[in-house]
């Protein structure tokens, strides 16, 4: 049984439909990047932790989704971050 073929016949749609298949759309919210940094520490000796657990959460589903490597997931996240013109470091 082979292939069926369809003719396209409305190309503008179809060609929009090809470029919106490639988009990736976030929405973060303002409490979201608040939290993204550590405000506690743990306690103990030594330097606190730099980001909350929900950020590491958050970059680990990213992760999973995109089946992206850890350093590519890395620069996924700071191209987001420097898009929202929010700065990772303090």
Same mark, same amino acid.
């Given at each position: 049984? =082979?292939?069926?073929?369809?003719? %396209?016949?409305? !190309?503008?749609?179809?060609?929009? /439909? #090809?470029?919106?298949?490639?988009? *990736?759309?976030? !929405? %973060?919210?303002? @409490?979201? *990047?608040? /939290? !993204?940094?550590?405000?506690?520490?743990?306690?103990?000796?030594?330097?606190?932790?730099?980001?909350?657990?929900? /950020?590491?959460?958050?970059? #680990?589903? %990213?992760?999973? %989704?995109?089946?992206?490597?850890?350093?590519?997931?890395? =620069?996924?996240?700071?191209?987001?971050?420097?898009?929202?013109? *929010?700065?990772?470091? @303090?």
């Amino acid at each position: 049984m =082979g292939k069926a073929n369809k003719k %396209i016949t409305n !190309w503008t749609e179809y060609n929009k /439909a #090809l470029c919106k298949r490639g988009s *990736v759309t976030f !929405w %973060i919210d303002d @409490s979201a *990047v608040d /939290a !993204w940094r550590c405000k506690t520490h743990h306690g103990k000796r030594g330097r606190g932790f730099q980001y909350s657990d929900t /950020a590491i959460e958050t970059a #680990l589903m %990213i992760k999973g %989704i995109f089946s992206l490597p850890l350093r590519a997931l890395q =620069g996924f996240i700071d191209s987001i971050f420097e898009l929202l013109d *929010v700065p990772l470091t @303090s």
